[in-house]
């Protein structure tokens, strides 16, 4: 008996207030698929899908002809856009099954252990079993808020952008009375490339929140990236259609707070309340340090600046676009602690085939993630021509208690 008392709690958490069934999950979803405003390309009429037919004498790396135009990146409307399904994209629920607080977490353990006496490390098994874990979102939609799509251009200034940044593992939030704008502040202001000083104990996040904080200082369970992009819509090479030669696509980063930061509240680098009392937040932006990239200054008496290499890094590329594909795609991706592909594996070269970097198969990010470290996205482009379009971007971090 009791193999089925922990198999029928299995199946009882896993069944948990169920969401919308017409709600889509980013963890089962088919990233060729999950946007129902998306034709799939794969289907297209292949006579169509290139406006500039591939010329087998060119070995440049230069999608096409920059002066050459193409009517989906023109509009009327002088945005540089024609956008294909106008209506905003719905974010992704996170999960398909009701996202537990910390609270319910706890709650859930303690009833196991205590109304049915089981081990402790056997409830923490059953949960991570169940994947009832708590979980932190950050999302970024331009089109939803009036704006043109992101536009990542390369050999420019913007071929390297930063976008989007997750809260602290182990916060499902910033905390305090923040505004709108404090919010965005810390979402998508660029963190300054300096070098990291001394990290934070582990406790000092805990402070920080009234909801309870993990027990691991690796806690991290699994990261769901979801985007929404495509590139020029137009090649000269032979791989258009596939992601093989593309040269947009999207990179994980990593930061950490730096506690002898010392932020008062005359910093400007953070949006403050206006208000000459204003305090300096506990996690503010000026805080954060970068891991990846990374940064580095040539001489003492210059400033630091990042490190962005030439080509993508195998190890943290999320995803790439498909070569000259007009047709916006949106794709969720998942890393899980649970990931063991090896990168020169034939598993390893069936998610390269896909578009994602070969070496982040292996869990080893998730599971190298430490309690209060930030997870960024950053969009790339490389060589003239080439240009990564982004609609929405957004991170879902999941982290047992």
């Not at 037919?53 to 023109?74: E, F, K, R, T």
């Not at 590139?231 to 093989?244: A, K, P, R, V």
Request: proline content about 10%; overall charge negative.
């Amino acid at each position: 008996m009791a193999h089925i008392v922990p198999a029928m709690l299995i199946r009882r958490l896993r069944s948990m207030d169920l969401a919308d069934p017409d709600t889509a999950d980013p963890d089962t979803a088919d990233p060729d698929t999950a946007d129902p405003d998306t034709a799939d390309p794969d289907t297209a009429d292949p006579d169509t899908a290139d406006p500039d037919p591939a010329d087998p004498d060119q070995a440049d790396p230069d999608p096409a002809d920059p002066d050459q135009a193409d009517p989906d990146l023109s509009d009327s409307s002088g945005s540089g856009l024609s956008d294909s399904d106008p209506e905003p994209e719905p974010t992704p629920p996170g999960d398909g099954r009701r996202n537990p607080t910390p609270m319910d977490v706890v709650l859930t353990r303690t009833m196991l252990t205590r109304s049915k006496g089981l081990p402790q490390e056997l409830v923490d098994a059953i949960l991570d079993f169940a994947e009832y874990w708590v979980h932190s979102t950050n999302v970024i939609n331009y089109i939803a808020e009036g704006r043109d799509p992101r536009r990542v251009v390369g050999t420019t200034e913007t071929e390297n952008q930063f976008l989007i940044r997750s809260y602290p593992l182990g916060l499902t939030g910033i905390g305090g009375d923040k505004n709108l704008a404090e919010e965005l502040a810390y979402d998508t202001s660029e963190a300054r490339p300096l070098p990291l000083s001394r990290e934070h104990e582990p406790r000092f996040f805990a402070t920080l929140v009234d909801y309870p904080t993990p027990r691991l200082l690796r806690p991290a369970r699994k990261v769901v990236f979801s985007i929404k992009s495509k590139d020029q819509g137009w090649s000269s090479l032979e791989t258009y259609g596939s992601y093989g030669g593309s040269y947009t696509w999207f990179e994980a980063g990593l930061e950490r707070f730096d506690e002898d930061q010392d932020c008062d509240s005359k910093c400007t680098y953070d949006v403050r309340h206006y208000s000459p009392s204003s305090a300096a937040p506990p996690l503010a932006v000026c805080g954060l340090r970068p891991v990846h990239p990374s940064t580095r200054r040539d001489s003492p008496d210059q400033d630091y600046k990042y490190v962005h290499p030439l080509l993508p890094q195998d190890r943290l590329v999320i995803q790439r676009n498909k070569v000259a594909e007009r047709k916006w795609r949106y794709r969720v991706v998942t890393w899980s602690y649970l990931d063991d592909i090896k990168p020169d594996s034939e598993a390893g070269k069936a998610i390269e085939a896909e578009g994602r970097g070969a070496a982040t198969g292996d869990g080893s990010f998730v599971n190298g993630l430490r309690l209060g470290d930030v997870i960024t996205i950053w969009g790339k482009a490389r060589f003239p021509g080439w240009v990564n379009n982004i609609k929405s971007v957004r991170i879902d971090v999941y982290w047992a208690l």
